[in-house]
């Protein structure tokens, strides 16, 4: 019989051959093939390559200056995590790294607790964060440093990766989070240009959680490409520098690491927010130190992972 972490990288490899035999103009067929590395391991959704325009055109209602201009971009295959890390997910890396966040929040004293306490503070009025809720009130060197515990454990399953290897789990791309968010479509959301009524968590979205509390990572429907919570409920971290247009953005995909890294991009919107910042295009920069109290308090993140 084969061993648990041949069986891994068997799935791996079969995703990855799968997308790139796909034809590149099928992206909105949703995939058929999740997989999970390891019990700790985020379930994973195999996105097959394509291109798509990225950015939003002149005449979508509540677009920003800071999504243009508009360009194409050609990925390769990759996959993103099914959900955000949820809180039950993030403490069990507290508890076993020992690692300790600082507080998105110091006037507020919103941080996550000690992980003996089994409990971590959220920017919303439940205060206590359910299991099931997106982790929030998390910066971009806490989402690295979950990151790094990640990829630890997958290199335990799998040594054939060596001891060197920096992944194979990563922060998407703001190009790939865009293209994974519109699941094939062209519309402002992905299940049309309207807001329509219980999408998503936003101040307006029409939700029984609107503007008052987080939701679950799974409390609404997925994209065409099978993943929850793409829009509203939390910010997202991505890799990428911010930049106030995409003139000299990459073309291929990939991370946009040049000019000032003091700030990186958050996308996806959040459960307080107008409608305008859930939409698919629409994006802002939040310090990477956590002290913008507006995005990194209410931001989490979901991983991604190159495809052999």
Known sequence: MPKKSEWSLWIVCALALLFACAPRAGATERPEREFKECPDCPTMVG???????MGSPR????????????????LRAFALAKYDVTSDEFLIFLRESGYKPEPCNAMLNLAWQSPGGGKAYSPSPAQIEPPRWPAVC??????????DWLNAKARHERPQLGARAAGPYRLPSEAEWEYAARGGTTTARWWGNELGHDNANCNGCGSDFDYHTLADVDSFASNPFGLYGMLGNAWQWTQDCWHQSYIDAPADGSAWMKGACDRHVVRGGAWNNLPAFVRSAARSGAGSDGKDYDYSSLAGFRVARDLP
Do not use: C
């Open 59 to 74: 005449s979508e209602p509540g677009r920003f200056d800071a999504e243009g201009p508009q360009h194409h971009v050609q």
């Open 47 to 53: 996105i097959p390559a394509g291109g798509f325009v």
């Open 138 to 147: 998390l910066d971009w060197k806490d989402a690295h440093a979950y990151i």
